[in-house]
């Protein structure tokens, strides 16, 4: 697997190595010295670079299934990457890949990650592989991120919605599974989703307030605090994609792979995991 240094890819690697031997997974990261601590367990830790193609052959060497982590890549940069990614794995032998999609994967989205989610699963579709897309829910971490922005108990912010939020543990117990099942189904899962879908006003909790601001003024406040422009862009249509309902699913898929209802509480307020126990999730 690739990314096993990066907060989802290192807990998939601890929920895969809890149900397989180690002697038997191997990762990729661009930097072996961070990956010590697998390597001392008995993980097979190699060199891969998605940037550099000529190091992918020997990281996807001998594998029989292999997850591709998604980059952070934007425009054309993420599906080039993934790209170079897929073909390595075809011409390594590779016979199944699972890949980090998102549920809200689309070309007409908004949010621009969501066109290299979609172009990705084109490339996969393509690629002659069996392949696997875990159409992943938003990362309930991003509430965590975004509260640091808050000033004086109020948070401003261009656009809200509903969205699924949901945790990279449960994420990451679900790719494990599906990595280890030979016969799960070939393209993208349902929505791997928590158990509802909230706006960033209730997730934030009580003691902060949202409040909605003018979306060219906050294009020009991010640029004005130094944020690349394509990065301030691509926040700018992570808030519209949320207003537009684009993230607005939940799906009982998660709970029927882990077994569980998913956590459904990206921080703490009125959003609480005995409150989100209802019908399965997203």
Excluded: C, K
């Excluded at 004086?152 to 969205?163: A, N, Q």
Aim: proline content about 7%; glycine content about 12%.
């Amino acid at each position: 697997m690739t990314g096993a240094t990066g907060r989802l890819g290192g807990l998939v690697v601890e929920r895969l190595l809890e149900r397989h031997p180690a002697s038997e997974v191997a990762v990729s990261v661009r930097d072996p010295e961070r990956a010590t601590a697998l390597a001392e367990r008995g993980v097979d830790v190699r060199r891969g670079d998605f940037a550099d193609p000529a190091s992918l052959g020997t990281a996807f060497a001998g594998v029989g299934t292999a997850l591709v982590v998604s980059s952070g890549g934007l425009g054309e940069e993420g599906p080039r990457l993934h790209g170079a990614a897929i073909t390595a794995a075809r011409e390594a032998g590779v016979g199944r890949l699972v890949y980090t999609s998102h549920q809200g994967a689309g070309a007409d989205s908004a949010f621009d990650p969501m066109h290299t989610h979609a172009r990705t699963e084109e490339l996969l579709a393509a690629s002659g592989l069996r392949w696997t897309a875990l159409r992943n829910g938003f990362y309930a971490s991003t509430i965590a991120m975004l509260l640091q922005q808050a000033r004086d108990g109020v948070l401003r912010i261009p656009g809200d919605g509903p969205v699924s939020w949901t945790t990279h543990e449960d994420l990451a117990e679900a790719a494990a599974l599906v990595l280890l099942d030979d016969e799960a189904p070939d393209g993208p899962t349902p929505p791997l989703t928590a158990g509802r879908a909230v706006e960033v006003a209730s997730a934030v909790g009580p003691e902060v307030r949202v409040e909605l601001v003018d979306p060219d003024a906050h294009l020009a406040a991010m640029l004005g605090h130094g944020v690349p422009e394509d990065r301030a862009r691509m926040v700018l249509g992570m808030f519209a994609a949320f207003a537009a309902g684009e993230f607005d699913v939940v799906d009982p898929h998660l709970a029927v792979l882990l077994g569980r209802e998913p956590v459904s509480q990206p921080v703490s307020g009125p959003v609480s995991a005995s409150a989100a126990s209802g019908p399965a999730p997203r």
